[in-house]
């Protein structure tokens, strides 16, 4: 997966903690999306941002906020991290269409446990 | 409400068969039709793409097949082999909204 970083990998949280997922990509891309990825669920998207700046609301968003810092960073925080949003995270980010080729990038995944 | 539904949820095909996976989506502002190949511990990459103005697309082994009227589009993967074994996605993509939203998944296991 080319240029997008995701950290951390693994996270083990207690109910009730909070944490933030980061997320960074080197490809000058002005969007950027994070999902989530759950058994027989496929991946839902939970909070995507258009450009620098812009935060939108995807198909999963409660129980999580995101800031779109600069271009190239992207986090989903937990404010409050409950057993249900054990998942897999996944990062994005996407150059504009009418290019050949892939025009989503995904990160590596961050697998998060809630106890 | 799942906007983009895959079927089947796991398929078993022997080597050199054809797989094929079915998806339907429902919003028709959607303007972008991709599927995404996804192996274990990684995430997902794009496979091939189609717009909505083509009604085929084939790259290598992969096409799409694509019914507008419908409003169904489906993978075939001719003569599939054990390295196509992974989990497809296929996706829908709103331009002006910037959204794309992903089917269930699809696990295929090509036997040798």
């Known amino acids: 997966n080319a240029g997008v970083t995701q950290t951390p990998k693994f996270q083990v949280l207690k109910t009730g903690q909070s944490m933030t997922l980061q997320c960074a990509q080197d490809?000058?891309?002005?969007?950027m999306y994070w999902y989530r990825q759950d058994p027989g669920m496929g991946l839902r998207l939970i909070y995507y941002?258009?450009?620098?700046?812009?935060?939108d609301k995807g198909e999963v968003p409660n129980g999580y906020n995101v800031s779109r810092l600069n271009k190239r960073e992207f986090s989903l925080r937990l404010e409050s991290a409950a057993p249900s949003q054990t998942s897999v995270y996944f990062c994005a980010s996407r150059r504009p269409l009418g290019s050949s080729g892939n025009t989503i990038y995904f990160g590596e995944g961050s697998w998060l446990t809630v106890v | 409400q799942q906007q983009v539904k895959q079927s089947p949820q796991s398929l078993i095909v022997q080597k050199g068969g054809i797989s094929i996976i079915n998806c339907a989506y429902e919003?028709?502002?959607?303007?972008?039709f991709p599927w995404y190949q996804q192996f274990p511990g990684k995430g997902p990459a794009l496979l091939i793409a189609i717009r909505p103005d083509v009604s085929e697309k084939k790259e290598g082994r992969f096409t799409i097949s694509f019914n507008k009227s419908a409003k169904q589009f489906s993978l075939h993967i001719m003569d599939s082999q054990p390295g196509d074994s992974a989990t497809y996605f296929c996706a829908a993509y709103h331009s002006n909204t910037g959204k794309l939203i992903f089917g269930q998944g699809t696990t295929l296991q090509v036997k040798p």
């Open positions: 490809m000058n891309h002005n969007s």
């Open positions: 941002s258009a450009s620098e700046g812009t935060t």
């Open positions: 919003n028709t502002a959607f303007d972008y």
